[in-house]
């Protein structure tokens, strides 16, 4: 039983921290998009303004949910396999 605990406690660190590498990742090539999206729509407003607006519908963003899929995918494919191991 320990062994089972442990295995979630460092499972769920190392997916955390999966998860955090891809959300950093993933909102600076957003800022990076939208930066260059200024500069190709003529530098309306400020850059500042432009982007933020950018990000906030980027944090509502389907991208950004599934980035989710970090905690999600690697869990079922290990009920999957011990599933399929104890009973068939």
């Given at each position: 039983?320990?062994?089972?605990?442990?295995?979630?406690?460092?499972g769920?660190v190392?997916?955390?921290?999966?998860?955090?590498?891809?959300?950093?990742?993933?909102?600076?090539?957003?800022?990076?998009r939208?930066?260059e999206?200024?500069?190709?729509?003529g530098q309306?407003?400020?850059?500042e303004?432009f982007?933020?607006?950018?990000?906030?519908d980027y944090d509502?963003s389907?991208?950004?949910?599934?980035?989710?899929?970090?905690?999600?995918?690697?869990?079922?494919?290990?009920?999957?396999?011990?599933?399929?191991t104890?009973?068939?």
């Amino acid at each position: 039983m320990f062994a089972l605990f442990r295995l979630l406690v460092v499972g769920f660190v190392v997916l955390t921290v999966i998860y955090i590498a891809l959300s950093v990742y993933s909102r600076r090539k957003a800022c990076a998009r939208l930066t260059e999206d200024w500069h190709d729509a003529g530098q309306p407003g400020t850059r500042e303004d432009f982007v933020e607006a950018g990000l906030n519908d980027y944090d509502g963003s389907l991208r950004r949910k599934l980035i989710l899929g970090v905690y999600v995918v690697p869990v079922m494919v290990v009920v999957t396999i011990i599933y399929l191991t104890n009973f068939h």
